[in-house]
T-cell receptor, first 114, second 118 residues
Framework: KAGVTQTPRYLIKTRGQQVTLSCSPI?????VSWYQQTPGQGLQFLFE???????NKGNFPGRFSGRQFSNSRSEMNVSTLELGDSALYLC?????????????FGEGSWLTVV | ELKVEQNPLFLSMQEGKNYTIYCNYS?????LYWYRQDPGKSLESLFVLLSNGAVKQEGRLMASLDTKARLSTLHITAAVHDLSATYFC??????????????????FGKGTRLHILP
């Protein structure tokens, strides 16, 4: 079956702009979570959605937001981009994070802010 | 605050040798994940460990969890070059609160970059 799909894979944005990243989870998965990976900070949890509700949130500023649609697809938005937002953004899906189900990651979206 | 420490952060070893990667965490958790990441690629799930004493094995990799010691290990047996990658552990902190909006967080270790020499 198809894995977690993220679009776009690569993008370049200018400081101050905003960006929206999209994620399609594995069919049947209702939990979608987002992560930021940078060489300096490593892998950091952004937030997790389940049935269109944000259940969990990491320690990122309000410029980072997300949503989940009724078909479990999710989007992440970063407003007022800063140079430090350059990173690999990973989306992951799971049947239900609460139950300790395996979390499957997508290939990621590489964001460069110039 | 939940902290996750992996060691070593870098490991170079010969094929055929055994080695262990350690993952220590600072607060109560009942769920730990191990992932593999190849350069420029995403994370591949290796193991999910859900309870104290859990042990899982897949090929040359074996993971265990000791929740009392707050320690998980990833043991590599008779390493082969194909196992060269970065390995991450991730710990879920569960803090129940009223309603749907809980404060569960998943914290990753910094990763162990494993280089296996042929």
């Amino acid at each position: 079956k198809a894995g977690v799909t993220q679009t776009p894979r690569y993008l370049i944005k200018t400081r101050g702009q905003q960006v929206t990243l999209s994620c399609s989870p594995i069919s049947g998965h209702r939990s979608v979570s987002w992560y930021q990976q940078t060489p300096g900070q490593g892998l950091q949890f952004l937030f997790e959605y389940f049935s269109e509700t944000q259940r969990n949130k990491g320690n990122f500023p309000g410029r980072f937001s997300g949503r989940q649609f009724s078909n479990s697809r999710s989007e992440m938005n970063v407003s007022t981009l800063e140079l430090g937002d350059s990173a690999l953004y990973l989306c992951a899906s799971s049947l239900n994070w609460d139950r300790g189900n395996t979390i499957y990651f997508g290939e990621g979206s590489w964001l460069t802010v110039v | 605050e939940l902290k996750v420490e992996q060691n070593p952060l870098f490991l170079s070893m010969q094929e055929g040798k055994n080695y262990t990667i350690y993952c220590n965490y600072s607060t109560t958790s009942d769920r730990l994940y191990w992932y593999r990441q190849d350069p420029g690629k995403s994370l591949e799930s290796l193991f999910v460990l859900l309870s104290n004493g859990a042990v899982k094995q897949e090929g040359r990799l074996m993971a265990s969890l000791d929740t009392k010691a707050r320690l998980s290990t990833l043991h590599i047996t008779a390493a082969v070059h194909d196992l060269s990658a970065t390995y991450f552990c991730a710990v879920v902190r569960i803090r129940a609160s009223l309603g749907m909006n809980r404060d569960d967080k998943i914290i990753f270790g910094k990763g162990t970059r494993l280089h296996i020499l042929p």
